[in-house]
């Protein structure tokens, strides 16, 4: 028998490549022509941080196996824009960073149930944040993910 493991997040560390150019399937997550260069400056951002020893949350590859399907976060929305808090004990509400399957992988349930995962980790090291928090773009291309993000049970 085959158990399938389901599938498996895989903190990035400090000393890690940007994942965006280390896996380059992840491109397809966010096309450059609506979300620029965001995505990929803002994992550069986190390690800069991690490279400092400042908390600025997690990143997680989306594995099924060894392959990379994806990529999800969370860092501390209270400090967002205005550094990072050190204690994870006051955090009460969450951004989810990044989250996302790429194309090929997706409509197989990995992003839901990457998403319960980074919950259950959020539970442990923000145990007093209530809220997870969506950022969308203000464009049509953030529209389109709006639907995305509802079907997860943001509201």
């Known amino acids: 028998y085959m158990i399938d493991e389901g599938v498996a997040l895989s903190r990035i560390f400090n000393g890690s490549k ?15 022509i609506f979300f620029g260069r965001l995505p990929y400056e803002a994992a550069e951002d986190y390690l800069n941080y991690e490279a400092s020893g400042i908390d600025s949350g997690d990143y997680f590859l989306i ?8 990529i999800t976060g969370v860092f501390p929305y209270e400090a967002n824009g205005k550094g990072f808090l050190n204690a994870r004990e006051s955090v009460t509400s969450v951004g989810l960073r990044y989250h996302g399957v790429i194309e090929a992988h997706r409509g197989n349930g990995y992003s839901n149930e990457a998403l319960l995962k980074l919950v259950n980790h959020i539970e442990i090291h923000y145990p007093n944040a209530k809220t997870i928090i969506e950022l969308l ?3 049509d291309h953030g529209d389109s993910h709006k639907g995305y993000f509802d079907q997860l049970g943001f509201i």
Do not use: A, C, D, T
């Not at 940007?18 to 450059?32: A, V």
């Not at 594995?63 to 994806?70: D, P």
């Open 18 to 32: 940007n994942p965006f150019y280390e896996f380059s399937q992840l491109k397809s997550i966010w096309p450059e």
């Open 137 to 139: 773009p203000v464009n």
């Open 63 to 70: 594995k099924k196996g060894s392959e990379v399907v994806g």
